[in-house]
């Protein structure tokens, strides 16, 4: 079967929300979608302004990583953000689109979980990678741009990812709507985004959070670098920590910028 097109039309029609993603940008090639929506940011563009590509040619990851895909096989987008809230809490758009993309592919019916803390896991490897930027003017937030790389149908991984990377081709044998796909997003993170604002923080998600989460209630190591340590994880709390019982019964909450946490048996 042909696959449907993929373009800013396309795109558009998809997408009912009342602001994210109510104006798509789309090219066929750009060096990174964040780059780009950083440029509609300074240029004035609307709060859910949203960059698609086909290809990338300089895609980012985190820690300064590049993020390739080759055209036809992902969404690679980015929604822009101009938020009230002060800049700290910021980093928390990330888990709310995290969880927002695993709602998405559940849509489409594929049984998605999230590894803490943003990582969206289909059969414990990783489907997706999140890149949130912020531009802070005089302590304020100027724009927040948050890009996303699901790996949609993409047919085959380099080696050295096989074994922590997947798309939802290769775990189900089927393609899958990249329109659709952004068009779920687009809808789960605006429902998500209004209710991160109402409480400034994760508490009404919280639960739908730790619903989806891998290891909830599974043993994990807390690779803290001074002392790891084991215990339960129990889910996030409000500000996005994950909540761990260690095996003496005390609890502590770990922040994903200092640590980082694994199955015992696995990756996630
Ligand atoms: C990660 O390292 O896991 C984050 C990867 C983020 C990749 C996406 S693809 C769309 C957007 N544009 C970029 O240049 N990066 C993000």
């Known amino acids: 079967m042909a696959e449907m097109r993929f373009d800013r039309e396309t795109i558009s029609n998809a997408v009912h929300t009342k602001w994210a993603g109510k104006t798509v940008h789309f090219a066929e090639e750009v060096n990174s979608t ?6 509609l940011g300074k240029e004035g563009a609307a709060h859910g302004t949203l960059a698609v590509a086909e290809y990338q040619s300089a895609g980012k990851g985190r820690l300064g990583r590049r993020w390739t895909a080759p055209a036809g096989s992902s969404v690679m987008m980015t929604i822009l953000l101009r938020p009230d809230f002060e800049p700290q809490y ?4 990330t888990v709310v689109m995290g969880l927002s993309v695993a709602q998405a592919a559940q849509r489409m019916g594929v049984d998605t979980s999230i590894k803490w803390p943003n990582d969206v896991v289909v059969s414990r490897k990783k489907i997706c990678g999140i890149l949130t930027e912020m531009s802070v003017e005089e302590g304020n937030i100027r724009y927040v741009v948050i890009g996303v790389g699901i790996n949609v149908n993409l047919d085959t991984l380099p080696d050295e990812l096989a074994d922590k990377a ?3 081709y290769l775990e189900t044998g089927k393609t899958y709507d990249r329109n659709e ?4 997003v687009m ?3 605006e429902e998500n985004y209004e209710r991160f604002v109402k409480s400034g923080d994760l508490a009404l998600l919280q639960e739908d959070y730790n619903r ?3 290891n909830c209630g599974q043993p994990v190591r807390v690779l803290d ?3 790891p340590y084991e215990g339960i994880a129990r889910g996030i709390d409000q500000k996005g920590e994950l909540v761990v019982e260690k095996t003496d019964g005390t609890v502590v909450c770990v922040s994903a910028g200092e640590v980082s946490v694994r199955g015992l048996y696995s990756y996630v």
Do not use: I
């Open 166 to 168: 997947t798309s939802l």
């Open 90 to 93: 910021a980093p928390m758009l």
């Open 34 to 39: 964040n780059e780009w929506a950083k440029t």
């Open 225 to 227: 670098p001074l002392s």
């Open 181 to 184: 796909m952004v068009a779920y």
């Open 187 to 189: 809808e789960c993170f």
């Open 212 to 214: 989806m989460l891998a």
